[in-house]
């Protein structure tokens, strides 16, 4: 399969990254300070600042860094989490990419696609546990067309249950021409997500050999199409390994800055997962370009202060202890209970190891992770008001940029956290996470705000739910 590519050029500029990744290896401490004040004060980085912080060597530099980071994403953020999860709704690809347990020559790999009954199943469960917030996850294939992913997303949405329902889907699957774009559009998703894997065009030629993927510059010029077919929240990232890590950050930025020139819009989201074993793949469990738990903490505070107002994704590859430490320098979005088989949720499928994409490193409970959030002064949110208010976009970046996202945030969170605590929490949880309500509640500076937050609860204690800023 072949696309027009016709006129694309790349927008990354290789070899400027790589004569300012060479160029900055010695910046001065007082450097770094300024650099890091200017961020404090919610201003995105410009690629010559950003290569300056990633090639920092000094232990007091580095924390310093990372000491910016985490009072940047308070600043912005507060102490809130979004909580997610994944569904993959089939693993089919037509593509041969050497790092993925789902390519297309991997015979370890058992193909599947969820009918739409299992597609309720999986819904369903996914509702039962607690979850508000999915992101739906498609290999490339022609079976899994924009008409076939605006259907799935319909019947998400469609499949309420006892107390709850998805009250926002995203996607991740392959881009799309503009008018595929259109159509998905149109059954209401959230985010579009589409992670170039790496933004290094000679390794992306290497480790894309056959398949529609192999197009590096269509694959680059996705969310541009996304854009123009009117989806105006779009999530970029970079699957970190498979070529230098200071690269991948320096690319990511670019991404942001192409998407903020051309659009006026930067991207909603960003996601660095590292890359993790994958059943019959070999090239996992020794990636090139393996980034080290220190440079992965860095590398997370960096990506926070070159790009303040932009949300920070951190999977369940990570081990718990990464997740728990990273929580602090910069992240606002995280899955949990999630499983990534095809069909894993509703346990109906006993194949289900041999249909994921790799392997997961948390594999907490939702109730498990919510627990130890709200133990640890985070306040677990299903937040899905900005979008359904139309906080999206340009909108979204004209609270995000300020900081103003923190006054909607705060009080939603906690009425998303209280929903979660009155129908789903264990007794644990629940004594934990209203304990954390009264203090959270107590501590917001807005009278008028507060009397709405607490009107609300007592409102949903009597039953009412789905309140929101």
């Known amino acids: 399969?072949?696309?027009?590519?016709?006129?694309?050029?790349?927008?990354?500029?290789?070899?400027?990254?790589?004569?300012?990744?060479?160029?900055?290896?010695?910046?001065?401490?007082?450097?770094?300070?300024?650099?890091?004040?200017?961020?404090?004060?919610?201003?995105r980085l410009s690629p010559l600042e950003t290569a300056k912080l990633l090639n920092v060597q000094d232990p007091e530099l580095k924390q310093m860094i990372l000491d910016g980071a985490h009072e940047l994403k308070e600043k912005i953020y507060g102490n809130r989490i979004v909580l997610f999860a994944p569904l993959y709704v089939g693993n089919e690809c037509i593509n041969d990419c050497v790092y993925c347990g789902f390519r297309k020559s991997n015979p370890q790999c058992l193909r599947s696609t969820l009918s739409h009954d299992q597609l309720v199943a999986e819904t369903t469960a996914l509702v039962d546990s607690g979850h508000k917030r999915l992101i739906m996850v498609y290999g490339e294939h022609p079976q899994y067309s924009p008409e076939y992913i605006a259907d799935t997303v319909r019947t998400v949405y469609a499949t309420k249950h006892g107390k709850g329902e998805i009250r926002r889907v995203n996607i991740n699957a392959a881009p799309l021409d503009v008018e595929g774009f259109k159509v998905v559009k149109?059954?209401?998703?959230?985010?579009?997500q589409i992670f170039q894997e790496t933004y290094h065009e000679e390794s992306y030629a290497k480790l894309h050999p056959s398949g529609p993927k192999s197009s590096f510059l269509w694959r680059l010029h996705g969310l541009?199409?996304?854009?123009?077919?009117?989806?105006?929240?779009?999530?970029?990232?970079?699957?970190?390994?498979?070529?230098?890590?200071?690269?991948?950050?320096?690319?990511?930025?670019?991404?942001?800055?192409?998407?903020?020139?051309?659009?006026?819009?930067?991207?909603?989201?960003?996601?660095?997962?590292?890359?993790?074993?994958?059943?019959?793949?070999?090239f996992t469990t020794h990636p090139p370009f393996m980034v080290s738990d220190d440079d992965f903490k860095l590398l997370v505070a960096v990506i926070r202060l070159a790009v303040p107002y932009t949300g920070m994704i951190l999977t369940a590859r990570e081990p718990i202890e990464i997740r728990n430490e990273v929580l602090n320098y910069g992240v606002s979005q995280i899955d949990a209970g999630s499983s990534i088989g095809v069909g894993d949720y509703s346990g109906k499928d006993d194949g289900s190891k041999s249909k994921s994409q790799f392997v997961l490193g948390d594999t907490r409970s939702l109730d498990d992770v919510i627990f130890e959030l709200a133990q640890g002064g985070y306040i677990p949110s299903f937040c899905t008001s900005c979008y359904?208010?139309?906080?999206?976009?340009?909108?979204?970046?004209?609270?995000?940029?300020?900081?103003?996202?923190?006054r909607f945030c705060t009080p939603n969170a906690l009425l998303t956290f209280a929903e979660y605590l009155?129908?789903?929490?264990?007794?644990?949880?629940?004594?934990?996470?209203?304990?954390?309500?009264e203090r959270e509640v107590n501590a917001i500076e807005d009278e008028a705000s507060k009397a709405t937050v607490k009107e609300y609860l007592e409102k949903m204690k009597a039953g009412k739910r789905d309140l929101f800023f």
């Open 388 to 406: 359904r208010a139309g906080r999206t976009g340009e909108h979204f970046m004209e609270f995000a940029i300020p900081g103003f996202v923190k």
């Open 1 to 43: 399969m072949k696309f027009d590519v016709t006129g694309l050029k790349s927008f990354i500029p290789t070899q400027e990254i790589e004569q300012l990744l060479e160029s900055t290896r010695n910046a001065e401490a007082t450097e770094i300070r300024d650099i890091i004040a200017k961020s404090l004060a919610k201003n």
């Open 224 to 282: 541009d199409r996304a854009m123009e077919a009117g989806i105006d929240d779009l999530g970029i990232g970079a699957l970190m390994g498979l070529y230098n890590w200071k690269f991948e950050v320096m690319g990511l930025l670019y991404h942001t800055i192409r998407l903020e020139e051309r659009f006026g819009i930067g991207p909603h989201t960003i996601s660095f997962p590292r890359i993790e074993p994958a059943i019959g793949t070999d």
């Open 422 to 437: 009155f129908d789903y929490s264990s007794d644990r949880t629940l004594k934990s996470g209203m304990d954390l309500i």
């Open 186 to 192: 149109a059954a209401g998703i959230g985010t579009y």
